[in-house]
């Protein structure tokens, strides 16, 4: 019955979330993960947080997912380090905001439009 079928065997694997990452402050399964993969659990603070509790994604946790096929890794890998296209952080801006030719209010009250930042 089994003699033509090739035994796969699965592939674990973990990913650092960093502070940039798409999934930091989203719950575990609100990510769609590729055919054939799923979610083992987070670690954090050499804790494992399993996936049945559905725990918030925070940056420096490991997510461990398994691909049942080891074809899938890939797209596992793919999937799971997706991150903002710019330094993010759900608490904190780091974009330094910049004037430019637009209007200025002086310390005085009084608008002014001769100031220019580069």
């Known amino acids: 019955m089994f003699k033509n079928q090739q035994t796969l065997e699965p592939s674990l694997f973990g990913v650092l979330i960093e502070a940039n990452s798409f999934y930091c402050g989203i719950h575990l399964t609100e990510i769609k993960l590729p055919e054939q993969c799923v979610f083992l659990g987070i670690l954090r603070d050499s804790q494992v947080v399993s996936a049945t509790d559905n725990p918030t994604i925070l940056a420096e946790d490991y997510i461990l997912a398994i691909a049942t096929n080891p074809m899938m890794i890939p797209a596992l890998k793919v999937?799971?380090?997706?991150?903002?296209?710019?330094?993010?952080?759900?608490?904190?801006?780091?974009?330094?905001?910049?004037?430019?030719?637009?209007?200025?209010?002086?310390?005085?009250?009084?608008?002014?439009?001769?100031?220019?930042?580069?």
């Open 79 to 118: 999937t799971l380090k997706k991150i903002h296209s710019v330094d993010y952080c759900l608490n904190i801006c780091l974009l330094e905001a910049r004037p430019t030719t637009s209007q200025f209010v002086d310390s005085d009250g009084t608008n002014s439009f001769n100031s220019t930042y580069h």
